[in-house]
C-alpha cells in the first residue's frame, strides 16, 4: 500500500510543475484575454457583456482581409520551409556521418543563438539601400543606382524563412531517422526509380513530421511581430500588428484581446483542416514525430 502511494506521490510531484505551466501560463491569461474580449465599453469605466468587439471586426474589411493575408502568406512561409527543410532533414537523417549530423544541426542552430530583433537588423543590414547586398552588386557593375529590397512580401517570406526553418527540419530528422533503410532498398530493387522511392515510401513514412512541422511553422509564422514589422515597414499588412495596435497605441484591449482570439481560432480552423487532408490527427503526428 505504501509504494503505491509513493508512486502516485511520485508522479504527482513530476507532474505538477507542468499543471502549474498549463494553469498559470495558458489558461488562466486566455481566460483573462476571453474575458476582457466579450467586454463593451459603454462609459467611463463602464463595461456590458457582448460581442461588439467580434461584430467590430467582421463589419471593418481591413481587419479581416489582413487577417486572410496573413493566413496565406504564412501557409506560403510553411510550404517554402518544408521545400527547402525536407532535403536538409533527409541528408541530416540517412546520408550524413555522426560528426556531419552534429555540424549540420549546429548550422541549423546558429540563428537561435541571437534574438528576432539582432536577425531582423542583420537582414536590414543586408538588404536596405546602402546595405551590403546592394553596394556589391554596384561594385561589380550590375547596377548603376541602389537597389532597396526591404519593405515587400519577399523580404518579409524570406526573413521569415530563415526564422522557422529550423522547426520543420528538427520533427522531419526525428521521423526520418526512425525509418529503416531496407525500405529504401527494397523500393529500388522492386523496380522504383528515385521520384517513386520518394512518393510512395520516404514521404508518406515522413507525413507525421511534415504534418508536425507544419504546424509549428505555421502557427509561429502567423504570430510572428518583428519580423515582418522591421522588414515589410508600414507595407506589411500582417495582424499582429492589428493587435498591437489595439492595444497599446489605441489602449483598446477589448478588441485587442477579441482580434487575439479571432487570429487563434483562425489558425487553428486552418490546422484542423490540414490534418483532415493529410489524414493525419493530433495524436499520431505528436506519438511519432
Known amino acids: 500500500m505504501m509504494q503505491n502511494d509513493i508512486k502516485r506521490l511520485s508522479l504527482i ?8 505551466w498549463i494553469v498559470l501560463l495558458i489558461i488562466l491569461p486566455h481566460l483573462g484575454m476571453f ?3 466579450v467586454q463593451e465599453k459603454v462609459g467611463p469605466r463602464m463595461y ?9 471586426f467582421f463589419a471593418e474589411p481591413i481587419y479581416w482581409n489582413t487577417l486572410i493575408r496573413t493566413g496565406s502568406m504564412s501557409l506560403l512561409v510553411t510550404a517554402l520551409a518544408l521545400l527547402l527543410g525536407f532535403p536538409i ?10 560528426r556531419t549530423r552534429g555540424a549540420l544541426f549546429l548550422m541549423c542552430l546558429i540563428p537561435l543563438w541571437v534574438s528576432d530583433l539582432i536577425r ?7 538588404l536596405r539601400e546602402t546595405g551590403i547586398i546592394s553596394s556589391s552588386l554596384q561594385w561589380a557593375g550590375l547596377i548603376n543606382t541602389p537597389i532597396e529590397f526591404l519593405y515587400n512580401d519577399a523580404t518579409v517570406i524570406v526573413g521569415l ?28 530493387n522492386l523496380g522504383g ?13 515522413a507525413m507525421p513530421g511534415i504534418v508536425s512541422g507544419c504546424i509549428v511553422v505555421f502557427m509561429l ?5 518583428l519580423t515582418p514589422i522591421l522588414l515589410g515597414g508600414k507595407n506589411s499588412s500582417w495582424f499582429t500588428e492589428q493587435i498591437y495596435d489595439q492595444f497599446i497605441t489605441r489602449y483598446n484591449w477589448e478588441a485587442g484581446a477579441a482580434f487575439g482570439f479571432l487570429l487563434l481560432a483562425f489558425t487553428s480552423l486552418v490546422i484542423w483542416g490540414g490534418l483532415k487532408l493529410s489524414g493525419q490527427t493530433l495524436n499520431s503526428t505528436v506519438a511519432r514525430s
Open 35 to 37: 474575458y476582457i474580449s
Open 13 to 20: 510531484l513530476l507532474f505538477a510543475p507542468f499543471a502549474l
Open 89 to 98: 532533414a533527409y541528408y541530416i537523417a540517412k546520408i550524413a556521418g555522426n
Open 120 to 126: 531582423a537588423f542583420g537582414w536590414i543590414l543586408l
Open 221 to 225: 509564422t502567423a504570430g510572428s511581430y
Open 48 to 56: 456590458e457583456f457582448g460581442l461588439g468587439n467580434y461584430i467590430n
Open 193 to 205: 526509380n528515385g521520384p517513386t522511392v520518394l512518393r510512395r515510401i520516404i514521404i508518406p513514412y
Open 161 to 188: 524563412v530563415y526564422t522557422v526553418i529550423l522547426f520543420m527540419i528538427v520533427p522531419l530528422v526525428s521521423t526520418l531517422d526512425g525509418m529503416d533503410d531496407s525500405m529504401i532498398e527494397a523500393g529500388y
